[in-house]
């Protein structure tokens, strides 16, 4: 069973950043972040294929970017230019697991 701790998030001001991280257990790697704001359905963020590349949710992109360390066997979610849309708990996924969301709040 994959493990999943995410670390980072908080609250920002408009235009401002975060960085999210999220550590899986030996041996699996982190395949997508997801967002779930309130009274909305669990929308994907981004997604990582095996070769590094990352597909990303049309409101994020030239925004948020997903980054990878191997050797560590974690996953970043670089996050520029936020939104108070952009409000919402994150969660990293692995093999039908989650992680145990962070929260993200945007707000002047």
């Known amino acids: 069973q994959v493990q999943l701790v995410q670390s980072g998030g908080g609250l920002v001001q408009p235009g401002g950043s975060l960085r999210l991280s999220c550590v899986a257990s030996?041996?699996?790697?982190?395949q997508a972040w997801y967002r779930e704001a309130p009274g909305k359905q669990r929308e994907m963020v981004a997604l990582?294929?095996?070769?590094?590349?990352?597909v990303y949710g049309r409101s994020m992109r030239g925004r948020f970017t997903a980054s990878e360390d191997r050797a560590t066997n974690t996953v970043y979610l670089q996050m520029n230019d936020l939104r108070p849309e952009d409000t919402a708990v994150y969660y990293c996924?692995?093999?039908?697991?989650w992680g145990q969301g962070t929260q993200v709040t945007v707000s002047s």
């Open positions: 996924h692995s093999n039908g697991e």
């Open positions: 030996e041996g699996n790697r982190v």
């Open positions: 990582l294929s095996s070769q590094g590349d990352a």
